[in-house]
């Protein structure tokens, strides 16, 4: 039977698959800039902003990256650590662990889909953003928002599994 410590290791590696996903998906964004900024045939009407911005359209797709080594070669650190206290095996599998797993999961989902973003619009914000009109202060605000609650799921799931399970009597 598996651990929540082996399933905790398939849900990283499963996140990094889809990060590289991303990370792929990014790269004709990126090389269209590229092209637009520095190939003699540029399109007609494109205008890069300013040369800093250039590596900032490159900085999504390499931070989808980073998230990708972060989760497949972290991933046994990882859960690990999320299943610290969960016993190796387990015969059977109580709701509790269970939704304590699913918790442990959203937590990281959550994370690992806002921290490129929070990270993203910090560098924007840093190359002067602030005076752009396509910067939105409350985009970052939500990323933020949501890496917190991504933390607080990871870091709480235990508490939080206990409680749902008084409150649906699954324990006494």
Known sequence: MLSIRD???????????????????????????LSSAFGEGRPQGVELFYEPSLWLVLA????????????????????SEVAAGAPEETSAWSPQSLLSVGVVLLGLVLLSFALPQVVFYL????????YADFFKFNALVSKAVQTLIGLGLIIGSGRIAGTIARLRRWQG
């Open 7 to 33: 399933i905790a290791f398939v849900g990283c590696r499963l996140l990094a698959l889809y990060f590289l996903y991303l990370a792929v998906a990014g790269v004709p964004q990126g090389l269209f800039a």
């Open 60 to 79: 999504l797709p390499i931070l989808h990256l980073a998230m990708v080594l972060l989760l497949w070669f972290g991933a046994r650190w990882l859960s």
């Open 123 to 130: 560098l924007f914000f840093a190359y002067g953003a602030e």
